[in-house]
């Protein structure tokens, strides 16, 4: 949650900003200083580029992390792993560097196609040939990928 308080600080940073900008920008305005008005707008477009994007990365994340409650926490509560005798192939960092999950891509492959007693989420075809239908999409396999990497980056604190 530590990082959870420093986003919302930084938005909040990101506001005051704003705020401040624009009203030093209509200050400038007012007093015709208008070297300094473009200078001062041009700082206040990119403050706003910066929120934008630091909001766009929080709801991408936010996303990633309502998928996996739906999809996989009942077996990875907390980065964990329930299934008897696999409590070793949980989510924590160390367990995936060891397993070879080093990046979204090997993530998501096993996504798509389970492992053990693990289900897939993509498209299967069984060895009779009965399809059965994706539970994921690619894209949302690759938002919960994004977020366990994340998560195990801060320990699934
Ligand atoms: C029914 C229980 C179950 C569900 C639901 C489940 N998993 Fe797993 N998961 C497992 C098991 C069992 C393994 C160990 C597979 C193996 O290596 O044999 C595993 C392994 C993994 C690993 C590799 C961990 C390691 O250290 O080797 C990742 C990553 C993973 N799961 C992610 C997910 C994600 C993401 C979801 C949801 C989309 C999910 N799992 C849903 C049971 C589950």
């Not at 938005?11 to 001062?40: D, G, H, Y």
């Not at 709801?59 to 299934?83: P, R, V």
């Not at 397993?99 to 389970?114: F, T």
Request: charged share 20%.
């Amino acid at each position: 949650m530590g990082s959870y308080i420093y986003r919302v600080n930084l938005k909040f940073m990101c506001r005051l900003i704003c705020f401040l900008v624009t009203l030093a920008a209509v200050a400038a305005n007012m007093a015709k200083i208008s070297c300094i008005r473009n200078q001062i707008l041009r700082m206040a477009t990119y403050s706003v580029a910066m929120l934008c994007f630091e909001r766009n990365s929080f709801a991408t994340e936010m996303l990633g992390q309502k998928l996996f409650e739906n999809s996989c926490s009942s077996c990875h509560e907390n980065g964990g792993n329930i299934i008897p005798f696999y409590g070793d192939k949980n989510l924590q960092k160390s367990a995936l560097l060891r397993n070879g999950y080093v990046n979204a891509d090997r993530i998501v492959d096993l996504l798509q196609s389970g492992k053990g007693a693990m289900p897939a989420f993509g498209e299967f075809v069984s060895p009779k040939g009965k399809i059965y239908e994706a539970k994921l999409s690619n894209e949302d396999m690759k938002l919960i990928a994004d977020y366990i990497l994340t998560q195990s980056e801060n320990g699934w604190k």
